[in-house]
């Protein structure tokens, strides 16, 4: 069966941080630019960053040098590492994997930043 899995998110006070994983299973994440999304209540779902089958990544302005996105081809699972969280990172965050047949999306996590 192919899937993403996402984990990883929770409540966390504002500066903290949060990794999320994204564990595929059924395909293999390293074919596939793989992307992290997010949604906030009432706004439209954001591409939050992106890498790809090479290895090359990318960020939204939004999260530069507080994001980062990398991959385990061991476990064949995408991280998101977040730093310096934010209120405004609240969201739902979802893992997609980018294919010509079809995208795959995960089912998402939570991530809360309160204090």
């Known amino acids: 069966q192919v899937q993403l899995v996402d984990s990883g998110g929770g409540l966390v006070q504002p500066g903290g941080s949060l990794r999320l994983s994204c564990a595929a299973s059924?395909?293999?994440?390293?074919?596939?630019?793989m992307g992290w999304y997010r949604q906030a209540p009432g706004k439209q779902r954001e591409l939050v960053a992106t890498i790809s089958s090479s290895g090359s990544t990318n960020c939204a302005d939004s999260v530069k040098g507080r994001f980062t996105i990398s991959r385990s081809n061991a476990k064949n699972t995408v991280y998101l590492q977040m730093n310096s969280l934010q209120p405004e990172d609240a969201a739902v965050y979802y893992c997609?994997?980018?294919?010509?047949?079809?995208?795959?999306w995960g089912q998402g996590t939570q991530v809360t930043v309160s204090s």
């Open positions: 059924g395909i293999i994440a390293s074919f596939y630019a």
């Open positions: 997609k994997a980018a294919r010509r047949n079809g995208d795959i």
